[in-house]
T-cell receptor, first 112, second 114 residues
Framework: KNQVEQSPQSLIILEGKNCTLQ??????????LRWYKQDTGRGPVSLTI?????NTKSNGRYTATLDADTKQSSLHITASQLSDSASYIC???????????FGQGTELSVKP | DAGVIQSPRHEVTEMGQEVTLRCKPI?????LFWYRQTMMRGLELLIY????????DSGMPEDRFSAKMPNASFSTLKIQPSEPRDSAVYFC????????????FGPGTRLTVL
């Protein structure tokens, strides 16, 4: 069964600190993996998209990594800001242009 | 571009009533997706269209749900009759032709069925 598991479920960090969110998947055949940020009351916003051949991709203070062999991805946030408080969702596509399988998300709270 | 537009933003209705949610995708996008999000189940894909044609509706929970895309600039998701367990936020998203194109989400419609 195609699944996407994220950890931790929630995380609280102090402003300025770094953090790493994890995503493990069993989706096959793999096409691409996306990380989304969802602020409370708003729709998800894409942070990164990685295909099978990509190991890392950055978007400002956000850096995503992908290990297609172990089927793991991580999202690293550097020098966190209060505005980083949101839900971060890992999404894996089973085939190009096809259905997306969503993780349950990690709820990040950045405190001053 | 105004982005993906959804209406209404909030809907409160009584059990048994018909509910119609509307979506206008970003101009030029070929694919449109309907999602449902709840605290318990997270984001779930309900159905997606490519060039106005439904491609995968396996996520539609039951026959009470139906979706149409009569043209490239408009789609509807209808629930008839609605039930309290349908209460959720419904998102519409659109994307270009490529499988690695970014999906752009609308602001969502928060549906409450009493």
């Amino acid at each position: 069964k195609n699944q996407v598991e994220q950890s931790p479920q929630s995380l609280i960090i102090l402003e300025g600190k770094n953090c790493t969110l994890q995503c493990n998947y069993t989706v096959s055949p793999f096409s691409n993996l996306r990380w989304y940020k969802q602020d409370t009351g708003r729709g998800p916003v894409s942070l990164t998209i990685m295909t099978f051949s990509e190991n890392t991709k950055s978007n400002g203070r956000y850096t995503a990594t992908l290990d297609a062999d172990t089927k793991q991805s991580s999202l690293h946030i550097t020098a966190s800001q209060l505005s980083d408080s949101a839900s971060y969702i890992c999404v894996v596509s089973a085939r190009q242009g096809g259905k997306l399988i969503f993780g349950q998300g990690t709820e990040l709270s950045v405190k001053p | 571009d105004a982005g993906v537009i959804q209406s209404p933003r909030h809907e409160v209705t009584e059990m048994g009533q018909e509910v119609t949610l509307r979506c206008k995708p970003i101009s030029g996008h070929n694919s449109l997706f309907w999602y449902r999000q709840t605290m318990m189940r997270g984001l779930e894909l309900l159905i997606y269209f490519n060039n106005n044609v439904p491609i995968d509706d396996s996520g539609m929970p039951e026959d009470r749900f139906s979706a149409k895309m009569p043209n490239a600039s408009f789609s509807t998701l209808k629930i008839q009759p609605s039930e309290p367990r349908d209460s959720a936020v419904y998102f519409c998203a659109s994307t270009g032709q490529s499988g690695t194109d970014t999906q752009y989400f609308g602001p969502g419609t928060r549906l409450t069925v009493l």
